[in-house]
């Protein structure tokens, strides 16, 4: 099964940027949906963004406008670029598979937007 690392949070400032990165161990060349997703302690994990194979992109409304979600199909990674962070974002973030989540979740990475 493909195993997923998402990698690239920190400790920011709230207007601040951050890019996740997420590795997969296999192919994601014929995976249609790739997402983001992200958890609060105490709250259900909640959809962020997602990529389609096509490139079509869509995004939660708390974070349109603001963060970009990208695909390499030749470095099967996928991209988070978060920009004019808040910090009502605040989670840890996951990548996994769109709609249906089909693969094991990774550990995660952690963003903290705090002053």
């Known amino acids: 099964q493909v195993q997923l690392v998402e990698s690239g949070g920190g400790l920011v400032q709230p207007g601040e940027s951050l890019t996740l990165s997420c590795a997969a161990s296999g192919s994601i060349l014929r995976i249609s949906g790739m997402g983001w997703y992200r958890q609060v302690p105490g709250k259900e994990r909640e959809w962020v963004a997602r990529v389609l194979s096509t490139g079509s992109t869509n995004y939660a409304d708390s974070v349109k406008g603001r963060f970009t979600i990208s695909r390499d199909n030749v470095k099967n990674t996928l991209y988070l670029q978060m920009n004019s962070l808040k910090p009502e974002d605040t989670a840890v973030y996951y990548c996994?598979?769109?709609?249906?989540?089909?693969?094991?979740w990774g550990r995660g990475t952690q963003v903290t937007v705090s002053s």
């Open positions: 996994n598979t769109y709609p249906t989540r089909t693969f094991s």
